[in-house]
């Protein structure tokens, strides 16, 4: 019995281990929501600033004000009240929200 129980939670725990990492996008990064697109660094460096975006920056209004760290020309909007402003934006826009 002892001969199998070693190979066997060896065995289950690598299982464990692939499962997880499969369920991480294969080691990527994706966050508690894969669905919703992303965008790095670089794309939004060069779409600052066109007519076509507007960048929301929905961190609470305590971080919001206290941050150094702002994207020049975007909008603040208080995250518990998305109800609010959801509808204020134009759908034929392009919206980044941080």
Wanted: hydrophobic share 45%.
């Amino acid at each position: 019995m002892k001969r199998i129980f070693l190979p066997v939670m060896l065995l289950l725990l690598v299982a464990v281990i692939i499962s997880a990492y499969a369920q991480t996008g294969g080691g990527k990064r994706r966050g508690p929501f894969p669905d919703v697109l992303r965008i790095h660094i670089q794309e939004l460096n060069s779409i600052l600033g066109t007519p076509d975006v507007i960048i929301l920056d929905v961190r609470p209004k305590e971080q919001y004000l206290l941050s150094d760290k702002k994207i020049a020309g975007a909008i603040h909007e208080d995250p518990d009240a998305v109800a609010s402003w959801a509808g204020k934006y134009s759908k034929d826009k392009r919206l980044v929200i941080y």
